[in-house]
């Protein structure tokens, strides 16, 4: 199993310009979860879904959009990127409920010039 | 939302030494999880306890969530063990499963 994996690695954008970071898990989880990590601070949630077809805010989800076509892949999109998006992307999955351990894919740095 | 505070915010060790980090949390938790991130960014699990005491090798993790605390215990610490340690948690009453996380704490195990 590839647990959850993210698209890409890297990346680096000018301002106004837009892209898609792609997560994928291959556990069959149920829940996933967008969260973003700056400098000397732990993770914040961006955007959350609890199911193929549903997606939801979470703390910071201004300047974000997601989508959750396939059970196994929840999409990040930026529709114009500013500086203050340069950061390190993470996606988590999780089978969701009560009990609910979360496992990470590896990021995704961006840095917004 | 739910306040996380780990303490000591960095903390520099001799390899061989022993460490204790603590993570507070000021309301009920449905679970809490350990995690490390290496210094390539990668963020590794290292206990779900939402109770109880877990032990796995050198590291061991203690949760009493009656009095909304965690602690990891590191032993004989190595060089590979340097990185940053976060705790994270979920509320109690949620069924969302989403995690407020800690600052981390820094570890640094010198040779």
């Known amino acids: 199993n590839a647990g959850v994996t993210q698209t890409p690695k890297f990346r680096v954008l000018k301002t106004g310009q837009s892209m898609t970071l792609l997560c994928a898990q291959d556990?069959?989880?149920?829940?996933m979860y967008w969260y973003r990590q700056d400098p000397g601070m732990g993770l914040r949630l961006i955007h959350y879904?609890?199911?193929?077809?549903?997606?939801a805010k979470g703390e910071v989800p201004d300047g974000y959009n997601v989508s959750r076509l396939k059970k196994q892949n929840f999409l990040l999109g930026l529709e114009s990127a500013a500086p203050s998006q340069t950061s390190v992307y993470f996606c988590?999955?999780?089978?969701?409920?009560?009990?609910?351990?979360?496992?990470f894919g590896p990021g995704t740095r961006l840095t917004v010039l | 939302g739910i306040q996380v505070e780990q303490s000591p915010p960095d903390l520099i060790l001799q390899e061989g030494a022993n460490s204790t980090l603590r993570c507070n949390f000021s309301?009920?938790?449905?679970?809490l999880q350990w995690f490390h991130q290496n210094p390539w960014g990668q963020l590794i699990n290292l206990f779900y306890?939402?109770?109880g005491t877990k032990q796995n090798g050198r590291l061991s993790a203690t949760t009493v969530a009656t009095e909304r605390y965690s602690l990891l215990y590191i032993s004989s610490s190595q060089t590979t063990d340097s990185g940053v340690y976060f705790c994270?948690?979920?509320?109690?009453?949620?069924?969302?499963?989403?995690?407020?996380f800690g600052r981390g704490t820094q570890l640094t195990v010198w040779p």
């Open positions: 988590a999955s999780s089978f969701g409920g009560k009990y609910n351990e979360q496992f």
């Open positions: 556990m069959n989880h149920e829940y």
């Open positions: 879904s609890v199911g193929e077809g549903t997606t």
């Open positions: 309301d009920s938790v449905n679970n």
């Open positions: 306890i939402p109770s």
């Open positions: 994270a948690v979920d509320m109690r009453g949620s069924t969302l499963g989403r995690l407020y």
